[in-house]
C-alpha cells in the first residue's frame, strides 16, 4: 500500500518511537520528524519523493539507525529499506554500475528496487538512504538532482523508476571533527558552521533541493549511559527469547561496558560488539564448567571481564 494513503497514526506517534530508540539526540529527531510527518501524512507534492534529509555529524550518533527506525516505523518493516554506501562510488565509471550499461543491464539500483516491488510488479514505498554522501564522485551526485526535483530516476536501459513513495535520506561526516571540538559552542554556533561546510563541499544545486539539513551531536555522557544500557538490556532479552537464558546485570557490569566498548571517535557504533563479546564471554565459560547459566552479570574489577553468578553466592 503507498504510503501516502496509509492511516496517519503511524506519523502521530512516529516521534515518540524514534525518541525511546535514538538517545541523546532529541533536537535532531524534532526537526529531522516535522520532513517525516508532512510526508507520512501525504502533504508532499506527487511530483517529488515523500521527503528529503541530509544528516550530518560525527560517525556512531544515531544518523543510520535512525533511518532504519522510522523505516520500519512508517513502512512496517526494515525491507523497505534501499541502502548505499557511495564510498563505493567515487569514480565516474561507477555510473555504469549503478545505473546499468545501456543493454539489458539494470545496474545496481535496478537490482535493490527489484527487490523492493508488490506482486503486481509496482514499486512500494521506502527510504533511499545514501552513506556518506561526500565521497560519491560529483557526476554521481548529479542523479540526484532528478530525484530531488522530479522524484524518477531513468537507468541506462530506458527503465524509469518512480520515487515519488520513498523518503531519500543522505548521511555525512562532513564536519564531524570541527563538531567535535566544539564542545562549548550553543548549538546555532554548530549548526552554522556545519551548514557552512556542508555548502563548501556539496554542489549548491543539491543542497538547495535538500528538504532539511539535520546535525546529530557528539553523544554526551549521560546519554552514552543510557546507550549502553539500551544495548545491555537488548542483549540480555535476545538470550532469553532465543535460547532460553534468563540474566540480569547490575550498575558494574554497566559500567565495564560502557569504558571497554565506547569510543569517542567512532561514538557508540563498537559499543553493541564489545557487549555481545562480554556477555558471551561470561555465558561461555559457565557451559564449559557445565554450571549454571542463569544468573547476574557482574564486573570482575582485576580481569575487566564480565562474571554470570547466582546472586545467592555473592
Do not use: W
Not at 545514501?130 to 542523479?143: N, R, T, V, Y
Not at 564536519?175 to 557552512?196: H, N, P, W
Not at 546507550?227 to 532465543?242: S, Y
Amino acid at each position: 500500500m503507498s504510503i501516502r494513503k496509509l492511516d496517519i497514526s503511524r506519523a502521530a506517534t512516529l516521534k515518540d518511537h524514534l525518541l525511546s530508540g535514538i538517545l541523546g539526540q532529541d533536537r535532531a529527531i524534532e526537526k529531522a520528524c516535522s520532513v517525516l510527518v508532512r510526508g507520512a501524512c501525504g502533504l508532499a507534492s506527487k511530483d517529488r519523493p515523500l521527503g528529503s534529509l541530509l544528516l550530518v555529524g560525527p560517525t556512531g550518533v544515531g544518523k543510520t539507525e535512525f533511518t532504519k527506525r522510522f523505516t520500519r516505523c512508517l513502512f512496517e518493516g526494515e525491507n523497505r529499506l534501499v541502502r548505499l554506501d557511495m564510498s563505493e562510488y567515487q569514480n565516474k565509471e561507477q555510473l555504469e554500475v549503478l545505473l546499468g550499461d545501456g543493454s539489458n543491464a539494470q545496474g545496481q539500483l535496478g537490482r535493490f528496487f527489484d527487490l523492493n516491488r508488490d506482486e503486481e510488479g509496482n514499486l512500494r514505498g521506502g527510504t533511499i538512504l545514501l552513506d556518506e554522501i561526500e565521497k560519491a564522485h560529483p557526476d554521481i551526485l548529479l542523479i540526484l538532482l532528478q530525484v530531488l526535483e522530479e522524484g524518477r530516476l531513468t537507468l541506462r536501459d530506458g527503465t524509469l523508476l518512480c520515487l515519488s513513495e520513498f523518503f531519500v535520506v543522505m548521511t555525512s561526516n562532513i564536519g564531524a571533527s570541527e563538531s567535535m571540538e566544539m564542545r562549548k559552542s550553543s548549538q546555532e554556533t554548530i549548526d552554522r558552521v556545519l551548514f557552512s561546510l556542508v555548502k563548501d563541499r556539496l554542489r549548491p544545486e543539491l543542497v538547495g533541493r535538500i528538504g532539511e539539513l539535520v546535525v546529530f551531536n557528539r553523544l554526551e555522557y549521560a546519554a552514552q549511559i543510557e546507550i549502553a544500557r539500551l544495548l545491555l538490556d537488548r542483549e540480555v532479552r535476545r538470550l532469553h527469547d532465543e535460547l532460553g537464558y534468563s540474566v540480569s546485570y547490575d550498575d558494574s557490569a554497566l559500567e565495564l561496558a560502557l569504558v571497554e566498548g565506547f569510543d569517542s571517535r567512532f561514538g557508540a557504533r563498537p559499543l553493541r560488539r564489545c557487549i555481545e563479546r562480554l556477555v558471551g564471554d561470561a555465558i561461555v565459560e559457565k557451559l564449559f564448567l557445565n554450571e549454571e547459566t542463569d544468573g547476574k552479570l557482574f564486573a570482575n574489577a582485576d580481569t575487566g571481564k564480565l562474571v554470570l553468578e547466582m546472586e545467592s553466592k555473592r
